[in-house]
């Protein structure tokens, strides 16, 4: 899964959210990518770079190999979190082997709402000590993820849209094939997991993520 994307050319970093929900953006930007980006972190001892970075550790990795981070545009997709926590969910619940353990043994595993509660928008997230990147990140707040550095702010449900914005700042006008996008969401399915606590816990617990998508609401209200 490729979830960071890189252009010493243009200047352009891309962080896709944790969950990789857009990997049709990797295929769109293919053209001026220049840097090789390791599958993880001990995959490929030729590059500091590697898939699943934060974007703190993605400064640390440009500055020791002498690309100052904050030279470059610094994107970063989000995903709505109350599909995004749900998503999450269930590829623990397919992928955890004690999760699947319970499963054979004919235990139900924690429902969606108790297991919410017990994960956090920061720190070890929804996961454990040295467990998947993917999903110690994937709770986290958008405050945390981009901790101040990045600069520019894509939502993963209108990324088409945002991207082709952003990027004509790099005067690079992005091809994209709809057909590619794909979705892989029903908002509306999603939504029925939620109760009224936790629904309301996702509006405390994620109001910044919340607010990139109230801004684009008040900033299309002042056009019209």
Not at 14 to 22: H, I, K, R
Not at 109 to 117: A, C, E
Not at 122 to 142: E, V
Request: proline share 4%.
């Amino acid at each position: 899964m490729k979830l960071m994307l890189i252009s010493h050319r243009h200047r352009f970093v891309v962080f896709l959210d944790p969950l990789g929900s857009c990997q049709w953006v990797r295929r769109t930007l293919d053209p001026w990518l220049d840097q090789p980006v390791g599958s993880s972190k001990t995959a490929d001892t030729t590059t500091v770079f590697f898939h699943g970075m934060s974007p703190a550790e993605a400064e640390l990795a440009f500055d020791m190999s002498g690309h100052p981070f904050r030279n470059y545009m610094r994107i970063a997709i989000v995903q709505n979190p109350f599909v995004r926590i749900v998503q999450l969910y269930d590829r623990i619940a397919a992928v955890d082997p004690i999760w699947q353990a319970r499963r054979r043994l004919g235990l139900q595993n924690p429902d969606f709402v108790r297991w919410l509660h017990h994960t956090r928008a920061d720190g070890y997230g929804a996961g454990y000590p040295r467990g998947p990147r993917w999903r110690r990140f994937g709770s986290w707040s958008a405050d945390t993820w981009c901790d101040g550095r990045i600069s520019h702010i894509a939502r993963a449900e209108h990324a088409k849209e945002d991207l082709q914005t952003i990027f004509r700042q790099r005067d690079i006008a992005l091809s994209i094939d709809c057909r590619a996008i794909g979705q892989n969401s029903n908002t509306a399915i999603e939504m029925e997991r939620y109760d009224l606590a936790s629904a309301t816990l996702i509006q405390s617990r994620y109001a910044s993520d919340l607010g990139f998508y109230q801004q684009h609401q008040n900033e299309l209200s002042l056009v019209a």
